[in-house]
Every structure is written in structure tokens, then in C-alpha cells.
DNA sequence: TTTTTCTGTAACCTAAAATGTTACAGATTG
DNA sequence: CAATCTGTAACATTTTAGGTTACAGAAAAA
């Protein structure tokens, strides 16, 4: 599979959207991601069924945010993509009444679960606005695309 | 993608050869993995160029323990099927040289960073054996596949 | 030495999921 | 009505683990 960079691609979006402030189409947002307005109306979509940006159709529509920056974490743009658990174990379903594969199995699982916990927890605690920090900080005064 | 299995069938089939204590063939551990020969050879490789098991050739050959479980955590196991980190964070590459891309991976990689140290340590003290205790405790005397 | 039984690999195919792409339908503004 | 958006369907593409077939080579057994 191709790695998931929709999150990654979210967070970038966002804090542009925020710092040019106003409203922005699809085909805009397509160059900020070096992609297609297609693949940003469907990515989008998912943090508009969340609240995080919203959108309106017709001439002169477009996406916009719908919180600020300070109100959104990375955890609220994960949820918004990602319904289930962020990290997944890898486990094996070859025999699954074998006690040894089970036993493997929820190691690996209780592992991975203590490791999500912690990525869970950055991710709640960092806000969008300090990427937006970062980024002004690092990039100097240019910080559009 | 398929979701990588490796690693929990690495556990499982290490922890059964120990049990069994002598040498098994790809065929007969193929079983075991409800898969073909060809997948174990080809996963079994790797734990043989990292000193956990050894392979023998010709009539009467296989697949044996190179070291005992208690000699073997998870971590050696993870290391032998992959090289590099174990989670990555998804990070995107658009425009590589956007402040906003470059802050919001930096924010992903490093909550990662901090999720795969987590991980790390439970892999590095979780050893085989313990893996072997558990499939007991919980499988009754029943531990063949 | 010939047969049998192993591993070691090459060379494919398949599956799954994100991403890319084309083509429209529908909505909204001018 | 014309122009400009979003919303979606319907594919094609890419990547990687896994599955499969087919042999070559090694080693014990006959």
C-alpha cells in the first residue's frame, strides 16, 4: 500500500487555510498538497463531517475553517480521518484457537495499545496553532505554501 | 496493502519450536502458519541471518532454535524482519521546502518517535518465553499449534 | 550412485489501501 | 442562462505482504 499521509497533509492544509484566513477552493488547496481537487474535496470532506472546516458549493464557494487553530488538535484531525485505533499490531489469524498465536497476538497488542496511548496523548495535547508557531518560527515570514 | 503479520507469526512459530525442542521443516511449520513452505523459508531467512534460528539442507534438515526463549525478546525478532524504525509517521511530500510541511512533519515524526520509544522498551523486555508462559496459562497443556 | 527429502531462490500472481484521474451531476451566484 | 464551485462514481496506479510454481543444489539413505 502507499503510506497514509492524509493526516500529515491535513495539518498542513489547515494551518494554511488559517493563516490566509479566508475562503479557499479545492483546486487551490490542491497545489498547496501537489495533488487534485478531487483527492482534497474527499480528504476535506471527512474534517467537514467533523466540524473542523466547512464548505459551500456553487460559484464563489469553496472551504473554510470553522474553528480556530488554538481549537483544533491533531488528535480531532486524526479522529476526523481515521475512525478506529491509530496504530494496529499486526496480528495473525492462522489458527486462531492456538493458545501460542494468541499469546503472540495480544503481546503485540498490549504493546502497541501502551504505544498509542502515548501517541494519543501528544496528539491531544498539540494544537494546530503551535504547528503554525513552528512553522513561522523556522520558515521566517514566508509561511504560504 | 496487506497488513504486515510477520512479526506475530514469527512469535507464534518460534515459540512452538521451542516447545517441540527439536528440528522442524518448512512443510510442518508451514502448517503451523496455515501457509506454504515458501513464506516460512523466506521469513525464517531473515531470523537465521540474525543468529535466532539456523537452517540445515538436504534429507533430514530444517529449521531449528538457535538460542532459547529466554534468550530471545520480541525486540530481536522485530529488528531481524525490519531494518529501520518501526513506526513511521505518514509524513507528506508535497512541497518540501513549505515551513507548514516541514512543522507539521516534524510534529507527526516526533510523536511518533516518542510512541516508537514506548514500544521499543516493552518489545526489548519482552522475551519469548514469556510469551510461552502466557500461551500456557491460558491454553491449558494443549500448546501444539 | 541413484533416489529421496530438504533448503534457497527466482519469477511470477494476488490482495488491499491510499492516491491519482476523468467525467458528470447538482448547486449557487451573476 | 452561463460560469464556477462541490460531491461522487468509476476507474487506474502504486506499494508491499503474501501466495504459488518451478527448479537448482545439498545431504542423507537406499
Known amino acids: 500500500m502507499k503510506s497514509d499521509g492524509r493526516l500529515a497533509r491535513m495539518l498542513h492544509v489547515l494551518v494554511h487555510m488559517a493563516l490566509l484566513g479566508g475562503k479557499e477552493t479545492s483546486e487551490r488547496i490542491a497545489q498547496m498538497l501537489n495533488t487534485n481537487p478531487v483527492v ?8 467537514r463531517d467533523n466540524g473542523i472546516v466547512e464548505s459551500e458549493g456553487g460559484r464563489g464557494g469553496g472551504w473554510k475553517m ?54 494519543r496523548e501528544i496528539y491531544a495535547t498539540t494544537t494546530l496553532a503551535e504547528i503554525a508557531r513552528i512553522a513561522v518560527a523556522s520558515g521566517g515570514e514566508q509561511a504560504a505554501n
Chains 1, 2 share one sequence.
Open 40 to 47: 482534497v474535496r474527499r480528504t476535506l470532506g471527512a474534517l
Open 66 to 119: 470553522s474553528k480556530t487553530l488554538d481549537d483544533i488538535t491533531v488528535l480531532d484531525v486524526q479522529r476526523a480521518l481515521h475512525k478506529g485505533t491509530i496504530l494496529s499490531a499486526g496480528v495473525s489469524h492462522d489458527h486462531p484457537s492456538c493458545p501460542v498465536e494468541r499469546a503472540s497476538n495480544a503481546v503485540l497488542e498490549s504493546a502497541h495499545a501502551a504505544a498509542e496511548a502515548k501517541l
